[in-house]
């Protein structure tokens, strides 16, 4: 279906090195007026992210006792005695300048302990498991009148699978014979709008990565230059406006101080590199860093966390309103824990996809509460003042 590209290859065979994969969507209708669109990417952190070690409640007194040799001692100061991973400095800045905000305790709405579960909670946006066949992303969309969608990798993330038309762009060799595969396909599609519609839109893809990036090489684990990478592919009349990005690998139930560090770092250079490569656009763009659940608030035997409940939110970009802690803290006392043993989640991770959907990517209300959050109107409000 589709033909080689040199960068999508690097990108990707990067990606992997890194534990990274991504999937992108296409333009929102609400935004094609006249003047720059807004820009959303939305990384979901697969495994589990310990909420806990990313996110430091440094004034909590029960924080250190229930960790022992997994809490963090040299966190980066934020607001509301909260402190941020070592590893999270570029993020770190961002708060400095008032362009990246944290929610210390957020959950779907479900309690699951499965990851294949929560994930398709989180990704499906409804109240619980398989309760939507088609993802959050790809209704936000439609709802905002854009009906473009691509997704890179061996397939379309449940986030943005939908009714929506999506494209799907996998990499592959430089041969001729791939050309003539397109062709074909072409011929075979064109008495079906919806797949021809989808093979012209990866194509078209294809051809814009290609002029505005085709001949950056990336380095195995050049995570960074992954970001810039992906920045490209949103920059221009034709780039992406919206992006699903997937970092693998934060099921830390051993050795979780060696593996954090890698995977945040990485994340960090993500979010540099998606910056830079971003330009005067950042100042347009949103982040939202989530994770399908936390991990235990006890460390366990093997100097890890065994799979929790509440975890963190991180939002970063230069759409946001300055602000501090989203949501509220519900502390590490013995009683407060959920189920004696996970931190107790305090905010739908809902409410904060709405948030930002509404005021950054104007999807209606009425919208976000009955077709891209089904019924979620009353469990799950939407926050304001987020951007």
Known sequence: MTRSLDLTRR??????????????????????AAGPRNKLVVVIARGAMDGLSVVVPTNDPDY???????AIEDSLALSDGFGLHPALAGLHALHGQGQMRFAPAVAIPVRVRSHFDAQDVLENGGEGLRSQTDGWLNRALAATGGLKGLS??????????????????SPGGRTGAEDRLASLLQDLYVEDPLLAGNLAAGLQTEAQAMATGGETRLGRNDVAGLGQAVARLMTGPDGADVVALSIDGWDTHVRQVGQLQARLTGLDQVVSGLRTGLGESWSRTVMVIATEFGRTARANGT???????????????????????????????????????????TLDVRSV???????HLGVDRAALDDRVFPTSGAEAPTLSGLV
């Open 303 to 345: 100097a890890g966390t065994d799979h929790g409940t509440g975890s963190a939110l991180l939002l970063a970009g230069g759409a946001l309103k300055p602000g501090g802690m989203i949501g509220d803290w519900p502390t590490l006392a013995e009683p407060r824990l959920f189920e004696g043993r996970d931190l107790a989640p």
């Open 152 to 169: 890179i990798g061996a397939q379309t993330p449940l986030i943005l699978r939908g009714a929506s038309p999506t494209s799907s762009w």
């Open 11 to 32: 990108l990707l065979l990067g990606a992997s090195a890194a534990g990274v994969s991504l999937a992108f969507a296409g333009r929102a209708g609400a935004q094609s």
């Open 353 to 359: 996809f709405k948030g930002v959907l509404r005021d």
């Open 64 to 70: 250190r006792p229930l960790r022992a040799a997994l």
